[in-house]
């Protein structure tokens, strides 16, 4: 106390604490450096992975480029909450999404832009018509390119990192074939498509079956994807009275088609693939579409699958909506390419891609697994009807 009091001891404690805090100063800012260097080094540690997708993000078919798009984000979101190692890092993967208008000279512009980016994992499209010409695009950036582009097409390019995630045309042309001339007990067809890649691939591959098994074609008509008006068509198919009416095409122009058909009082069914086994079909069609439009999907039903219920609770809890045809699908892809990064130590997509063609992954839809040339083998197919606007799975 006599220290504290003395005023010849007081300076020299002051004193003493100046240089005590000149000490300190330059402490305070070496721990700082020493922590922002502990953050430097826990990012570092991060393998930051660009995921492109590419799809319809506006136009008629941006209910189907979101859903594709809502399907890898979820996909993203869980292997990034899993933190999966790669070669020692933490895998961190970015989601890039662009809109490809399902339009080929817009899908080929994305494709450069992003294999120009360096981006080497891409899902989509959606559009047969874009994934044929960007395939190429993509294989020359050795970059892997996942999509349900389904005209068979597609996967004749002699491309390694090209993988079909679900069934294709010959194979959901054919079921529709099959179901007309079965089920339907169909005796005679018409056939309608929209001059696209997918809708004219996938008409040919129903006219194809449906002759095999002993269906009569008896007329065939072409419309456009930026059609509405379908009456004169239509109105030619009505005078040759078909049992069913098959439409290669998407549900931009089967709901306002179905609506026509109807209003003509055609009786025949309007049938159609996955473009038209959508919940947008029933919102344009309205009750035209219930016990009438009939279509198969390349996938299984979520409702009847182990991990399907699930997804679609997960998906619905985060979007607010059920999902589409193809979410599950391409979350499963996401997630079989990055188990795959981390099985093999690498995220070098020529090794990845050959990988996929060996390995298979059991997703939420099916086990995936590719053959040489990059489809789906083992593929699943429903075929849905109408009911309340909305697809229901019959078999």
Known sequence: MRMVCDPFHFPQRKFVRMKFKSKLLPLSIAAAVLALGAIGTAQAEDLVVKIGQTGPLSGGDAFAGKDNENGTRMAVDDINAKKMMVGGKTLKLELVSEDDQCDPKA?????????????????????????????????????????????????????????????????????????????????????????????QGLADEFIKEAKALGLTIVGQEYTTKQSTDFNAILTNMKAKNPDVIFYGGYAGQAGPM???????????????????????????????????????????????VAAGPAFKEAYKKRFNQDPDAYAASFYDQTMFLATTMAKLGTVDSTKVSAELHKASYKGIVTTYAYDDKGNLQKAPITVYGFKAGAPIPLQ
């Open 258 to 304: 179905v609506k026509q058909l109807k209003g003509l009082g055609i009786k025949s069914k309007l049938l159609g693939g996955d473009a038209i086994c959508v919940t947008e079909t029933g919102k344009l069609g309205g009750d035209a579409v219930n016990d009438t439009v009939f279509c198969a999907q390349g996938g299984a039903i979520l409702d009847k």
């Open 107 to 199: 899908g080929v512009a994305v494709a450069q832009k992003m294999v120009d980016a360096g981006i080497k994992y891409v899902n989509g499209p959606y559009c047969s018509g874009v994934a044929i010409p960007a395939s190429k695009i993509y294989n020359e950036g050795d970059a892997i390119l996942s999509t349900v582009g389904s005209n068979p097409k597609v996967t004749m390019g002699g491309y390694k990192s090209v993988f079909r995630v679900i069934a294709g045309d010959d194979l959901i042309g054919t079921k529709m074939a099959q179901y007309a001339f079965g089920p339907m007990k169909a005796k005679t067809a018409g056939v309608i498509d929209d001059r696209t890649a997918f809708g």
